[in-house]
């Protein structure tokens, strides 16, 4: 859902700033930015597709996540912030529409932290994905690693 089909999309970190709409060049949507403090809002499903293959497509919101004051710019409810799966990186996400916040410079940390664990054969497989499953995950992106850092 785009959330520009409201009027005056309010940032939830400045809370009076509106979200603007801004094309990436190798994204195939808008990225909804606020001018003031560089936060970036993805729907659903956007922030796994920018993140090209290292992000978590059905990012849930983990039981020990935190409520926090700000609203979600889509439903308006108040979202929930926790870490991003691996990294320092604290996300917000609406427990309603799904949509995540992330504050400015928290995109690049995760990209790059998540680089780095694939790099380096850590990256944990889907969080809902438990045991033998995610092992096995775990540890076929360590033997394709291994393989791809012996032929260089």
Same mark, same amino acid.
């Given at each position: 859902?785009?959330?520009?089909?409201? *009027?005056?999309? &309010?940032?939830? *970190?400045?809370?009076? @700033?509106?979200?603007?709409? @801004? *094309?990436?060049?190798?994204?195939?949507?808008?990225?909804d %930015?606020?001018?003031?403090?560089?936060?970036?809002?993805?729907?659903? /499903?956007?922030?796994?597709e920018?993140?090209? /293959? &290292?992000?978590?497509?059905?990012?849930? &919101?983990?039981?020990?996540a935190?409520?926090? =004051?700000?609203?979600?710019?889509?439903?308006?409810? %108040?979202?929930?912030?926790?870490?991003?799966?691996? %990294?320092?990186?604290?996300?917000?996400?609406?427990?309603?529409c @799904?949509?995540?916040?992330?504050?400015?410079?928290?995109?690049?940390?995760?990209?790059a932290?998540?680089?780095? =664990?694939?790099?380096?054969?850590?990256?944990?497989? @889907?969080?809902?994905? *438990?045991?033998?499953?995610?092992?096995?995950?775990?540890?076929?992106?360590?033997?394709?690693?291994?393989?791809?850092?012996?032929?260089?």
């Open positions: 859902m785009n959330i520009f089909n409201k *009027k005056d999309v &309010i940032c939830p *970190k400045c809370k009076c @700033h509106s979200l603007e709409p @801004h *094309k990436e060049n190798d994204l195939p949507f808008e990225l %930015t606020c001018s003031n403090c560089n936060g970036i809002w993805f729907d659903v /499903g956007e922030l796994a920018a993140l090209d /293959g &290292i992000g978590i497509a059905e990012l849930e &919101i983990p039981e020990k935190g409520s926090t =004051l700000r609203r979600c710019p889509n439903c308006e409810k %108040t979202m929930m912030t926790f870490y991003y799966p691996q %990294t320092y990186a604290r996300v917000d996400m609406c427990r309603t @799904h949509g995540i916040w992330l504050d400015a410079n928290e995109f690049e940390e995760i990209n932290v998540r680089k780095k =664990l694939l790099q380096d054969g850590k990256l944990d497989g @889907h969080p809902s994905l *438990k045991g033998s499953v995610n092992s096995l995950i775990v540890l076929v992106n360590r033997a394709v690693n291994a393989v791809f850092h012996k032929e260089q």
